[in-house]
Structures are given as C-alpha cells and as structure tokens.
C-alpha cells in the first residue's frame, strides 16, 4: 500500500493527502543586517527535503469486533515522506472544532512524528542553539475549526531568535478565490459556505469516506465514529451513518458548519470580502524557529 493511502486512510481517515512536496522556504529572516545566514531557514529547508519513515498504531475506539483475527496487529501502520509531510499530516489528525478534537486514532502517529522531527533537528543544529518547530492549519484567520502542533519550546522573549516559515499543500481545496466572488454575492454566508464545503470534503472525501463506511474493520468504525463526532462538534444533530451516503453525510455536515462559521465572521470581521481575504484552506504552515539559551 501507498504512502498516501496508508497515511490518509489510517491517521486522519480519508484526508487527501498533503502528498506534495512542501513548496518553499519563506522570510522569517532575521533584522539583523550583519547576519549572512539563517540557521531557521536550513532547518526548514531540511524539514522540506529529507525525508523519514515512521511507524505507528491505530487507536480505534472500543474493543474490536469478537470475529476480527489479531486485531492489534491489523492496527500496525508506516507512513513515509519528507518529514514537513508528516508534520502536516500529524497536524491535521488532531484537528479540533473550538478547541476538541475530532479523532484521537492517529495520537501514536502525531508522538512518532515529533520524536523524528526533535532527531532530525538535532542532527543538523548549530552547537549550542534551540529548535522549535510550530505546524499550523487555519481554513481562515481565528477560525473555530484548527489543526496545530508543536515540536519544542516556546523561545524566552529574551532570546535572539531566527525564524524561517515554510508552506504544505492541505488536504482542503484552496477556495480563496470563490470566497472572494461569494463575498461579492452572497456575503458572510457565503464566504462562510465555501469554506465549510471545503473543509467538510476534505475532512470526509465522499468517495473514499463511503468505501470506508462499507469496508472492514477499523475503517469502518473509525469513519463512522469520526462523522458523529464532528456531527456532535458542529451541533448537526444525529448522523444516521448507515442510513445515508457520505455525499448526503456532508451536505449535512456542512450546512450545520455554515452556520458556525458565518457566526463566527460576522463576529470577527468588518465585511465579507475581508473575512475572504483571510482564507487559506489550502496550505498548512510550518515554522521553525532557533535561538541560543
């Protein structure tokens, strides 16, 4: 089995991969004109390129079905790709809605993922100097729906810090450009409605969210579990799972995200066309950031 099959049906359940290759190393150069390098950029760069092979355990809620042969070993999974990938990926498999999450399967996934990022940092630090590395998806900005992560410790406010950002492609269409026409049109609503629709089916791709709901165990439990926890995260009501088909699952699931998130842009923003400005369902950022203690 692929990467992007293993890694998508196994941590985050049918996310479209972040299979490519994380695109570029962007500022976070530090003000001081006398320095010649970044030592945040390299490591970023090294995030970028290298890459790593983890393996990890499911954790399917509750005990398997009593026909299911070794069950735990049925749960043992690998995923490989550059290590930004995985970062991004170990990012979206805690993602929450107003701060709960809407999986804890992939947790043994997001541990192995940090302890190889903490590895390859240190292979290529400078002597002396501390890494953080901050992962971070937003589908707009002060969204109630995230995905974050976090590799280290926070640098001390006093501490002389190099910065470098780097960018992967999401498992959520970028839509920047139909908010921006909605907020033309249809206003906060609307805006509100393309993002939800994004993020519905790239939380819950129909075609492979309705073969996981037909398909064996733990597939078919997790996908299930995973559309009546975020049924009960959005406030969607009862999600009758094996009663409709994934594409009716997400039109049902997304009208109830609309709601929040007009809500939410209504609240938070000045117009519609500012909340649009503001989206970026399609990218997850990755910053590292060094210092000397």
Same mark, same amino acid.
């Given at each position: 089995?692929?990467?992007?099959?293993? %890694?998508? /049906?196994?941590?985050?359940? #049918?996310?479209? /991969?972040?299979?490519?290759?994380? $695109?570029?190393?962007?500022?976070?150069?530090?003000?001081?004109?006398?320095?010649?390098?970044? *030592?945040? +950029?390299?490591?970023?760069?090294?995030?970028?390129?290298?890459?790593?092979?983890?393996?990890?355990?499911?954790?399917? *809620?509750?005990?398997?079905?009593?026909?299911?042969?070794?069950?735990?070993?049925?749960?043992?999974?690998? +995923?490989?790709?550059?290590?930004?990938?995985?970062?991004?990926?170990?990012?979206?498999?805690?993602?929450?809605?107003?701060?709960?999450?809407?999986?804890?399967?992939?947790?043994?996934?997001?541990?192995?993922?940090?302890?190889?990022?903490?590895? @390859?940092?240190?292979?290529?630090?400078?002597?002396? =100097?501390?890494?953080? $590395?901050?992962?971070?998806?937003?589908?707009?900005?002060?969204?109630?729906? %995230?995905?974050?992560?976090?590799?280290?410790? @926070? *640098?001390? *406010?006093?501490?002389?810090?190099?910065?470098?950002?780097?960018?992967?492609?999401?498992?959520?269409?970028? $839509? @920047?450009?139909?908010?921006?026409?909605?907020? @033309?049109?249809?206003? #906060?609503?609307? $805006?509100?409605?393309?993002?939800?629709?994004?993020?519905?089916?790239?939380?819950?791709?129909?075609?492979?969210?309705?073969?996981?709901?037909?398909?064996?165990?733990?597939?078919?439990?997790?996908?299930?579990?995973?559309?009546?926890?975020?049924?009960?995260?959005?406030?969607?009501?009862?999600?009758?799972?094996?009663?409709?088909?994934?594409?009716?699952?997400?039109?049902?699931?997304?009208?109830?995200?609309?709601?929040?998130?007009? =809500?939410?842009?209504?609240?938070?923003?000045?117009?519609?066309?500012?909340?649009?400005?503001?989206?970026?369902?399609?990218?997850?950022?990755?910053?590292?950031? %060094?210092?000397?203690?």
């Amino acid at each position: 089995m692929s990467r992007a099959t293993s %890694t998508v /049906l196994d941590v985050t359940l #049918f996310l479209l /991969l972040l299979g490519a290759a994380a $695109v570029a190393v962007l500022g976070g150069v530090t003000d001081d004109p006398r320095a010649t390098s970044n *030592p945040a +950029a390299e490591q970023a760069e090294l995030l970028g390129t290298s890459t790593a092979h983890v393996s990890y355990a499911l954790e399917p *809620p509750g005990p398997p079905p009593d026909w299911t042969p070794n069950a735990t070993a049925r749960h043992q999974r690998t +995923a490989h790709g550059t290590v930004a990938q995985l970062l991004a990926d170990a990012a979206m498999s805690g993602i929450t809605v107003e701060g709960r999450r809407l999986s804890t399967a992939g947790t043994d996934f997001e541990r192995t993922v940090g302890e190889t990022t903490r590895a @390859r940092l240190s292979q290529r630090s400078e002597s002396g =100097r501390v890494s953080s $590395v901050r992962v971070r998806w937003e589908p707009y900005r002060g969204t109630p729906v %995230t995905a974050t992560t976090r590799i280290g410790e @926070r *640098p001390p *406010p006093s501490a002389d810090v190099r910065a470098a950002t780097l960018r992967v492609p999401s498992p959520m269409a970028n $839509v @920047r450009g139909s908010a921006n026409r909605a907020a @033309r049109t249809r206003g #906060f609503g609307g $805006v509100a409605a393309v993002v939800a629709r994004a993020v519905v089916d790239g939380l819950f791709p129909p075609s492979q969210a309705q073969l996981a709901l037909r398909g064996d165990y733990p597939a078919d439990r997790l996908m299930a579990t995973r559309y009546r926890r975020m049924a009960a995260l959005t406030g969607a009501g009862r999600m009758p799972v094996q009663a409709e088909n994934a594409t009716e699952l997400n039109s049902r699931l997304a009208a109830s995200l609309t709601d929040t998130f007009e =809500r939410d842009m209504r609240a938070r923003f000045d117009s519609p066309r500012v909340a649009a400005r503001t989206v970026e369902t399609g990218t997850v950022r990755i910053t590292v950031r %060094t210092w000397s203690p």
